[in-house]
């Protein structure tokens, strides 16, 4: 998967986070907002790694 279709998905789940979250849905927003974070954080990591600034 490409890095635009990575970042489109996570943000994604972080828009629908928000929408539940909104909505008052507090457990599934939770959820999808530590989603983004944890995909946020390893497609950063991944990006460091193949450049080698690590």
Not at 24 to 41: C, M
């Amino acid at each position: 998967m490409s890095d635009f279709y990575q970042d489109v998905l996570t943000g994604a789940v972080f828009v629908s986070g928000l929408i539940g979250f909104v909505s008052g849905e507090f457990v599934i927003s939770s959820a999808l907002f530590a989603t983004a974070t944890i995909a946020s954080n390893v497609n950063m990591n991944r990006k460091l790694s193949k450049t080698g600034n690590e």
